[in-house]
């Protein structure tokens, strides 16, 4: 049974959400940082990157909302890990994309 054009468009719109997250290089660098530690608050990742603590807090709340970032209260500090299920579903995602539009590019199935 084939999805229906709703469905596609929903999950269209997520991956695009997903990708417009990872749209600048400043998200992703805090990604990077986020993947080397179990989690990190704000202020950690602030010193990692020299910027500023409400460009980055922007940047993680944006990462949060796409889903790609866990955000969990931790007394007086928020604590922020990467979401691996989500981020390997972009690659899958992603993945998919290129494999339907680009088909040459595919490795060959031998079954």
């Known amino acids: 049974m084939s999805e229906s054009p709703e469905t596609r468009c929903t999950e269209s719109r997520a991956i695009a959400a997903r990708l417009a997250a990872l749209s600048h290089p400043a998200r992703i660098e805090i990604l990077k940082h986020l993947s080397a530690s179990r989690c990190c608050s704000c202020r950690e990742v602030v010193d990692h990157l020299d910027l500023a603590q409400s460009t980055v807090s922007q940047h ?10 866990r955000f969990e209260a931790d007394r007086q500090r928020s604590r922020y890990a990467v979401d691996h299920d989500a981020l390997a579903g972009v690659s899958a995602s992603l993945t998919q994309l290129v494999n339907s539009c680009c088909p040459s590019l595919s490795p060959i199935r031998q079954d």
């Open 60 to 69: 993680l709340k944006i990462l949060v909302e796409a889903g790609l970032v």
